[in-house]
């Protein structure tokens, strides 16, 4: 499995970017995907996840501003960022997910793509 994130770049806070994250490969043979980010200095974060089941996750940090959703025929799944804030600022990357138990565990997670930088400026 191949994940390409793409979307990522600057602006300014209470903007919005959407993120793709396209799977290629032995498309989608985990249970679901799901986006993590990482800022310098700091620890990778769990951001959201989606399970082909049909449960989404989303870290407290990003409730309600963020949305994430699939197009299965294009093996892509979105993250919709609205509201955008500085502490946002990070590079998201995807991945895919082989858990079975709810919520997801970061641990669960393999085949990482490279990631994309979100920037947000104050």
């Known amino acids: 499995v191949q994940l390409q994130a793409s979307g990522g770049g600057l602006v300014q806070a209470g903007g919005s970017l959407r993120l793709s994250c396209a799977a290629s490969g032995r498309t989608f043979s985990g249970n679901g995907m799901g986006w993590f980010r990482q800022a310098p200095g700091k620890e990778r974060e769990f951001v959201s996840a989606i399970r082909w089941s049909g449960g989404i996750y989303y870290g407290d940090s990003v409730k309600g501003r963020f949305t994430i959703s699939r197009d299965s025929a294009k093996n892509t799944v979105y993250l919709q960022m609205n509201s955008l804030k500085p502490e946002d600022t990070a590079v998201y990357c995807c991945?895919?997910?082989?858990?079975?138990?709810?919520?997801?565990?970061?641990?669960?997670?393999?085949?990482w793509g490279q990631g994309t930088q979100v920037t947000v400026s104050s």
């Open positions: 991945a895919v997910d082989y858990g079975t138990t709810w919520p997801p565990r970061p641990k669960d997670y393999s085949y």
